[in-house]
Structure formats: C-alpha cells, structure tokens
T-cell receptor
Framework: EPEVTQTPSHQVTQMGQEVILRCVPI?????FYWYRQILGQKVEFLVS????????KSEIFDDQFSVERPDGSNFTLKIRSTKLEDSAMYFC?????????????????FGPGTRLTVL | DQQVKQNSPSLSVQEGRISILNCDYT??????FLWYKKYPAEGPTFLIS?????DKNEDGRFTVFLNKSAKHLSLHIVPSQPGDSAVYFC????????????????FGQGTRLTINP
C-alpha cells in the first residue's frame, strides 16, 4: 500500500540553525501539507501546497518557514533559524486531486513524522 | 482555538465490548469529518470519515455517527480489540469554502483508548 515517507526520523539542531525536513508524498497525490504536534498538544496545521504554490498557511507559518517541491517526488519544509519552541513532531500529509467531490479524494494520509529537537 | 474538542482525554474498555469516542465542534462551516488513530512515534493513520450530508458511515468494526444539529460526532468500535489501544483524533475540515481542495484539517486534542484483556 502506498505511504507517505519522511526523513529524518529525528533531527537535533542548535538554536539559530537551519533545518530541512523531507517528505515523499504518495505518488499520485497533488495536495501536500505540513502539520506539527508539540509534546502534549494538538496536531496543528502549518501549510498546504498545490500546483507549486502555497494554498493556505497558518499563523505559525511565519517568514522563518518555507516549503518547496524541488522535484517530482520530494516535498520539503525549511526552518531558517530554529527556535527552542520549534521543537515538535512534524508530520507531512498528502491527498489526491479532487475528482467529482468524492470524499475519498479529500482524505489526507500522514507520514510517520520527524521529531525535531532544538537545543 | 477550540473549534474541535474531545473532552475525554482517556477511555478504558474491556476487550470485546463497544468503545465510544466523542467529539464536538463549534464551526458550522465544517462539512467533512475524519477519525485518525495514532500509535506512539508514528503518524496519524486514517480510520474513517463522514461527509455532512450523511449521519452515519460504517466500515467493518468502525462506525462514525454525525449529529449536525448538536455539532457532535462519535466513533464506535465494536468489538474492541487489544490492537485498538491508541490515541484517537477527531478532525474536521470545511471543504465547501476552500478553493482547489487543499483544505486544512482542524484536530481535537485526542482520546487515549486502552482496551483491557
């Protein structure tokens, strides 16, 4: 069964450093998302991406964050200058293009996550 | 932001019995609801979803009920099995108001379900 993959599984970095989190969405999906979950808190939406541009972003997704689809398979989240409060699990998700509005195409499938620890 | 709420942080159920997990929402624009299951150190796994045009959707042991007037949905698992022990998240989206279908999901806090043998 196709699945979303993410690398690395765990990233430790120093405050102020740049990190890039990588995701390989399901191959026929065209909509991509990043979410994060701070320990003990809800899963929160960061950004959605379609047709090589951001569709929607949350207040969390400030100028320190960026997303890119550098090739036909990868989807990346970059944090330019990490802060202590960026420590969280970061989840990538993808969904199919909508077709006829059937609900299955809207289902988002999540990767296993990257645990980011900022020291 | 409490648009989606799961008021029970934990639930313990005997194996073979029914597990009922509840979720409330406040945003009347939500029209699509999902349940995800999450094990430690893994991503959320999609379980079942329901559109607001329905009030029930069933898939094997899992049934989701939607009460739009009460802005409430529930997930029933019957019979409960030890492998069902996990954290269950309710999520919602507003498909109708989102352009191009890249809709965000709004999650509840999760309910930790423990199935006792």
């Amino acid at each position: 069964e196709p699945e979303v993959t993410q690398t690395p599984s765990h990233q430790v970095t120093q405050m102020g450093q740049e990190v890039i989190l990588r995701c390989v969405p399901i191959s026929n999906h065209l909509y991509f998302y990043w979410y994060r979950q701070i320990l003990g808190q809800k899963v929160e939406f960061l950004v959605s991406f379609y047709n090589n541009e951001i569709s929607e972003k949350s207040e969390i997704f400030d100028d320190q964050f960026s997303v890119e689809r550098p090739d036909g398979s990868n989807f990346t989240l970059k944090i330019r200058s990490t802060k202590l409060e960026d420590s969280a699990m970061y989840f990538c998700a993808s969904s199919e293009a909508p077709s006829g509005g059937t609900q299955n195409t809207d289902t988002q499938y999540f990767g296993p996550g990257t645990r980011l620890t900022v020291l | 932001d409490q648009q989606v709420k799961q008021n029970s942080p934990s639930l313990s159920v005997q194996e073979g019995r029914i597990s009922i997990l509840n979720c409330d929402y406040t945003n009347s624009m939500f029209d699509y609801f999902l349940w995800y299951k999450k094990y430690p150190a893994e991503g959320p796994t999609f379980l079942i979803s329901i559109s607001s045009i329905k009030d029930k959707n069933e898939d094997g042991r899992f049934t989701v009920f939607l009460n739009k007037s009460a802005k409430h949905l529930s997930l029933h698992i019957v019979p409960s099995q030890p492998g069902d022990s996990a954290v269950y998240f309710c999520a919602a989206s507003a498909r109708a108001v989102i352009f191009q279908g890249a809709q965000k999901l709004v999650f509840g806090q999760g309910t930790r379900l423990t199935i006792n043998p």
